[in-house]
Protein backbone atom coordinates (compact mmCIF):
# COMPACT_ATOMS: atom_id res chain seq x y z
CA UNK A 1 0.00 0.00 0.00
CA UNK A 2 3.17 2.33 0.47
CA UNK A 3 6.00 3.08 -1.41
CA UNK A 4 7.67 5.19 1.54
CA UNK A 5 10.19 3.78 3.68
CA UNK A 6 9.56 2.28 6.93
CA UNK A 7 11.58 0.82 9.42
CA UNK A 8 10.91 -0.93 12.85
CA UNK A 9 12.60 0.17 15.88
CA UNK A 10 13.13 -0.67 19.60
CA UNK A 11 11.37 1.85 21.83
CA UNK A 12 9.27 1.95 25.32
CA UNK A 13 9.33 -2.10 25.93
CA UNK A 14 8.04 -3.14 22.19
CA UNK A 15 8.45 -2.79 18.79
CA UNK A 16 6.95 0.22 16.82
CA UNK A 17 6.61 0.05 12.73
CA UNK A 18 7.44 3.87 11.58
CA UNK A 19 7.13 5.07 8.01
CA UNK A 20 9.37 7.85 7.41
CA UNK A 21 10.26 10.17 4.42
CA UNK A 22 12.17 13.43 3.93
CA UNK A 23 15.38 15.23 5.00
CA UNK A 24 14.88 18.49 5.36
CA UNK A 25 12.75 21.03 7.56
CA UNK A 26 10.63 20.57 10.84
CA UNK A 27 9.95 16.80 12.45
CA UNK A 28 6.31 16.31 11.18
CA UNK A 29 4.86 13.47 13.82
CA UNK A 30 1.93 11.77 12.01
CA UNK A 31 -0.54 10.02 14.43
CA UNK A 32 -3.34 8.28 13.39
CA UNK A 33 -6.87 7.91 14.60
CA UNK A 34 -8.95 4.65 15.93
CA UNK A 35 -9.17 1.86 14.85
CA UNK A 36 -6.17 2.62 12.02
CA UNK A 37 -2.47 2.76 10.84
CA UNK A 38 -0.20 5.18 9.47
CA UNK A 39 -1.15 4.55 5.48
CA UNK A 40 -4.03 6.84 6.26
CA UNK A 41 -0.90 9.60 6.04
CA UNK A 42 0.17 8.50 3.15
CA UNK A 43 -0.60 10.98 0.89
CA UNK A 44 1.03 13.42 3.28
CA UNK A 45 3.99 11.47 3.76
CA UNK A 46 4.26 11.73 -0.38
CA UNK A 47 2.93 15.16 -0.11
CA UNK A 48 4.96 16.84 2.39
CA UNK A 49 8.59 15.44 2.29
CA UNK A 50 9.97 18.93 0.51
CA UNK A 51 8.97 20.95 3.92
CA UNK A 52 9.37 18.46 6.49
CA UNK A 53 11.34 15.13 7.83
CA UNK A 54 8.14 12.89 8.42
CA UNK A 55 7.62 10.43 10.97
CA UNK A 56 4.52 8.58 10.95
CA UNK A 57 4.10 5.46 13.53
CA UNK A 58 1.78 2.50 14.15
CA UNK A 59 0.89 2.97 17.82
CA UNK A 60 1.72 0.03 20.00
CA UNK A 61 -1.06 -2.57 18.72
CA UNK A 62 -2.12 -0.85 15.66
CA UNK A 63 -0.55 -1.81 11.66
CA UNK A 64 2.23 -3.77 12.34
CA UNK A 65 3.82 -2.70 15.66
CA UNK A 66 3.36 -4.96 18.43
CA UNK A 67 1.21 -4.00 21.62
CA UNK A 68 2.72 -1.55 24.01
CA UNK A 69 4.99 -3.02 27.33
CA UNK A 70 1.99 -0.99 29.33
CA UNK A 71 -2.30 -0.65 29.14
CA UNK A 72 -3.07 1.53 26.29
CA UNK A 73 -3.88 4.92 27.09
CA UNK A 74 -3.68 8.49 25.58
CA UNK A 75 -1.22 9.27 28.16
CA UNK A 76 1.00 6.10 27.72
CA UNK A 77 0.72 6.77 24.02
CA UNK A 78 2.06 10.16 24.71
CA UNK A 79 4.85 8.86 26.72
CA UNK A 80 5.64 6.03 23.93
CA UNK A 81 5.69 8.01 21.63
CA UNK A 82 8.35 10.86 23.09
CA UNK A 83 10.46 7.28 23.71
CA UNK A 84 9.89 6.84 20.00
CA UNK A 85 11.19 10.07 19.16
CA UNK A 86 13.99 9.72 21.19
CA UNK A 87 15.09 5.88 19.72
CA UNK A 88 14.81 7.93 16.56
CA UNK A 89 17.64 10.98 17.84
CA UNK A 90 14.70 13.31 17.36
CA UNK A 91 16.35 15.64 19.86
CA UNK A 92 14.54 19.29 18.72
CA UNK A 93 10.62 20.02 18.77
CA UNK A 94 8.81 18.25 16.73
CA UNK A 95 4.82 19.58 15.19
CA UNK A 96 2.59 17.26 16.38
CA UNK A 97 -0.21 16.46 14.02
CA UNK A 98 -2.77 13.98 15.33
CA UNK A 99 -6.43 12.91 13.72
CA UNK A 100 -9.30 12.07 16.24
CA UNK A 101 -7.48 9.52 19.01
CA UNK A 102 -3.92 10.99 18.22
CA UNK A 103 -5.31 13.83 18.48
CA UNK A 104 -7.04 12.97 22.04
CA UNK A 105 -3.09 11.79 22.11
CA UNK A 106 -2.28 15.15 21.20
CA UNK A 107 -3.45 16.76 24.09
CA UNK A 108 -1.51 14.73 26.56
CA UNK A 109 1.99 14.85 24.70
CA UNK A 110 1.60 19.21 25.25
CA UNK A 111 0.19 18.48 29.04
CA UNK A 112 3.43 16.16 29.67
CA UNK A 113 5.87 16.70 27.21
CA UNK A 114 5.49 20.51 25.69
CA UNK A 115 9.31 21.28 26.00
CA UNK A 116 9.13 18.54 22.31
CA UNK A 117 6.08 20.58 20.70
CA UNK A 118 7.63 23.40 17.99
CA UNK A 119 3.41 23.08 16.96
CA UNK A 120 0.39 21.25 16.85
CA UNK A 121 -2.09 20.14 14.31
CA UNK A 122 -5.01 19.16 15.46
CA UNK A 123 -7.56 16.97 12.49
CA UNK A 124 -11.44 16.24 13.36
CA UNK A 125 -10.99 15.93 16.92
CA UNK A 126 -12.49 16.40 20.19
CA UNK A 127 -10.95 18.65 23.59
CA UNK A 128 -14.22 17.02 25.57
CA UNK A 129 -14.18 13.90 27.38
CA UNK A 130 -16.79 11.39 26.81
CA UNK A 131 -21.13 11.95 27.89
CA UNK A 132 -22.03 9.23 29.50
CA UNK A 133 -23.73 7.29 27.23
CA UNK A 134 -20.85 7.38 24.39
CA UNK A 135 -18.58 5.66 27.20
CA UNK A 136 -20.93 3.14 28.02
CA UNK A 137 -21.16 2.89 23.86
CA UNK A 138 -16.97 2.36 24.04
CA UNK A 139 -18.02 -0.17 26.81
CA UNK A 140 -20.16 -2.34 24.70
CA UNK A 141 -18.28 -2.51 21.64
CA UNK A 142 -15.44 -3.48 23.45
CA UNK A 143 -17.97 -6.94 25.40
CA UNK A 144 -18.91 -7.49 21.81
CA UNK A 145 -15.75 -7.04 20.17
CA UNK A 146 -14.13 -9.46 22.00
CA UNK A 147 -16.47 -12.05 22.32
CA UNK A 148 -17.89 -11.76 18.57
CA UNK A 149 -14.55 -10.67 16.72
CA UNK A 150 -13.65 -7.56 14.90
CA UNK A 151 -16.01 -8.51 11.20
CA UNK A 152 -18.62 -5.89 12.31
CA UNK A 153 -16.37 -3.00 13.18
CA UNK A 154 -15.09 -2.19 9.75
CA UNK A 155 -19.26 -2.01 8.41
CA UNK A 156 -20.20 -0.18 11.62
CA UNK A 157 -17.41 2.61 11.08
CA UNK A 158 -17.25 3.36 7.43
CA UNK A 159 -20.23 5.61 6.86
CA UNK A 160 -19.26 7.68 10.13
CA UNK A 161 -15.68 8.45 8.71
CA UNK A 162 -15.83 9.34 4.92
CA UNK A 163 -18.06 11.93 3.33
CA UNK A 164 -21.69 10.65 2.25
CA UNK A 165 -20.36 10.70 -1.95
CA UNK A 166 -17.02 8.83 -1.29
CA UNK A 167 -18.75 6.18 0.73
CA UNK A 168 -22.04 5.42 -2.16
CA UNK A 169 -18.87 5.50 -4.35
CA UNK A 170 -16.63 2.69 -2.37
CA UNK A 171 -13.78 5.02 -3.08
CA UNK A 172 -10.37 3.01 -3.26
CA UNK A 173 -9.52 5.33 0.66
CA UNK A 174 -13.07 3.93 1.65
CA UNK A 175 -11.90 0.66 0.40
CA UNK A 176 -8.07 0.53 1.82
CA UNK A 177 -9.61 1.84 5.77
CA UNK A 178 -11.70 -0.92 5.50
CA UNK A 179 -9.38 -3.40 5.12
CA UNK A 180 -6.89 -1.37 7.62
CA UNK A 181 -9.83 -1.74 10.23
CA UNK A 182 -10.31 -5.63 9.68
CA UNK A 183 -6.55 -6.18 10.22
CA UNK A 184 -6.86 -4.26 13.42
CA UNK A 185 -7.44 -7.35 16.46
CA UNK A 186 -10.04 -7.22 18.61
CA UNK A 187 -8.41 -6.77 21.62
CA UNK A 188 -6.54 -3.90 20.35
CA UNK A 189 -10.28 -2.68 19.35
CA UNK A 190 -11.45 -3.01 22.73
CA UNK A 191 -8.20 -1.45 24.42
CA UNK A 192 -8.44 1.43 22.58
CA UNK A 193 -12.18 1.89 23.28
CA UNK A 194 -11.77 1.74 26.95
CA UNK A 195 -9.00 3.89 26.62
CA UNK A 196 -10.65 6.29 25.23
CA UNK A 197 -13.86 6.16 27.59
CA UNK A 198 -11.37 6.69 30.18
CA UNK A 199 -9.64 9.83 28.82
CA UNK A 200 -9.61 13.47 30.56
CA UNK A 201 -11.51 16.36 29.34
CA UNK A 202 -8.92 18.63 27.85
CA UNK A 203 -11.12 21.82 27.45
CA UNK A 204 -9.76 23.66 29.92
CA UNK A 205 -6.01 23.65 28.78
CA UNK A 206 -7.08 24.99 25.36
CA UNK A 207 -6.86 28.86 26.88
CA UNK A 208 -3.30 27.47 28.08
CA UNK A 209 -1.72 26.46 24.70
CA UNK A 210 0.75 28.88 23.31
CA UNK A 211 2.26 26.75 20.76
CA UNK A 212 1.60 27.85 17.18
CA UNK A 213 -1.75 25.76 16.22
CA UNK A 214 -3.59 24.81 13.49
CA UNK A 215 -7.28 22.91 13.43
CA UNK A 216 -8.71 21.43 10.41
CA UNK A 217 -11.94 19.62 10.19
CA UNK A 218 -13.97 17.70 7.30
CA UNK A 219 -16.84 20.03 6.42
CA UNK A 220 -19.44 16.95 6.26
CA UNK A 221 -16.95 15.24 9.46
CA UNK A 222 -20.24 13.88 11.32
CA UNK A 223 -18.28 12.69 14.32
CA UNK A 224 -16.20 15.69 15.35
CA UNK A 225 -17.94 18.46 13.83
CA UNK A 226 -16.95 21.77 12.27
CA UNK A 227 -19.56 23.65 15.10
CA UNK A 228 -17.24 22.12 17.95
CA UNK A 229 -14.00 21.95 16.17
CA UNK A 230 -14.53 25.60 16.11
CA UNK A 231 -15.55 26.62 19.13
CA UNK A 232 -12.12 24.72 20.60
CA UNK A 233 -10.16 27.07 17.68
CA UNK A 234 -12.25 30.03 19.15
CA UNK A 235 -10.82 29.23 23.12
CA UNK A 236 -7.07 29.12 21.96
CA UNK A 237 -5.39 32.28 21.28
CA UNK A 238 -3.88 32.70 17.72
CA UNK A 239 -4.96 29.04 16.42
CA UNK A 240 -5.50 28.95 12.56
CA UNK A 241 -8.93 26.98 12.17
CA UNK A 242 -10.07 25.49 8.57
CA UNK A 243 -12.66 23.37 7.08
CA UNK A 244 -12.07 21.05 4.24
CA UNK A 245 -14.90 20.98 1.52
CA UNK A 246 -16.05 16.90 0.62
CA UNK A 247 -14.54 15.54 3.48
CA UNK A 248 -15.79 13.86 6.19
CA UNK A 249 -13.68 12.73 9.71
CA UNK A 250 -10.98 11.36 7.11
CA UNK A 251 -9.66 14.85 5.99
CA UNK A 252 -6.28 14.55 5.59
CA UNK A 253 -6.55 11.09 3.29
CA UNK A 254 -10.40 12.43 1.47
CA UNK A 255 -8.95 16.06 0.88
CA UNK A 256 -5.34 15.73 0.60
CA UNK A 257 -4.53 18.61 -1.74
CA UNK A 258 -5.98 20.78 0.66
CA UNK A 259 -5.00 19.48 3.82
CA UNK A 260 -1.16 19.32 2.49
CA UNK A 261 -1.87 23.02 1.12
CA UNK A 262 -2.62 24.17 5.05
CA UNK A 263 0.36 22.34 6.66
CA UNK A 264 2.23 24.10 4.38
CA UNK A 265 1.62 27.30 4.93
CA UNK A 266 1.34 26.48 8.62
CA UNK A 267 5.03 25.62 8.48
CA UNK A 268 5.86 28.40 6.33
CA UNK A 269 4.21 31.03 8.59
CA UNK A 270 3.88 29.85 12.17
CA UNK A 271 6.83 27.58 12.59
C1 LIG B 1 -11.01 8.07 15.57
O1 LIG B 1 -11.14 8.38 14.37
O2 LIG B 1 -9.88 8.03 16.10
C2 LIG B 1 -12.24 7.78 16.37
O3 LIG B 1 -13.36 8.15 15.67
C3 LIG B 1 -12.18 8.45 17.70
C4 LIG B 1 -13.37 8.17 18.57
O4 LIG B 1 -13.97 7.08 18.50
O5 LIG B 1 -13.70 9.04 19.39
Redesign the pocket.
Known amino acids: MSSFETKTISADGTRWRVAMNGRAGPVLLLVH??PLDHTMWRHQLAGLSDVAQIIAPDLPGYGKSESGSRPFSMENAADGLVRMLDALKVESPVIYCG????GYIGWQFWQRHRERLAGLICC?TRAAADPTEVGRGREMMAARVRKEGNDFVAPAMIPK?FAADAVAAGSEAVNETSSVISATSAETIAQGQLA?AARVDATEWLPEIECPMLLVVGAEDA?TTPTEMCGMADRITGANYCELASAG?MAPLEQPDAFNQHVREFIANRI
Open positions: GFLSMGDLMIH
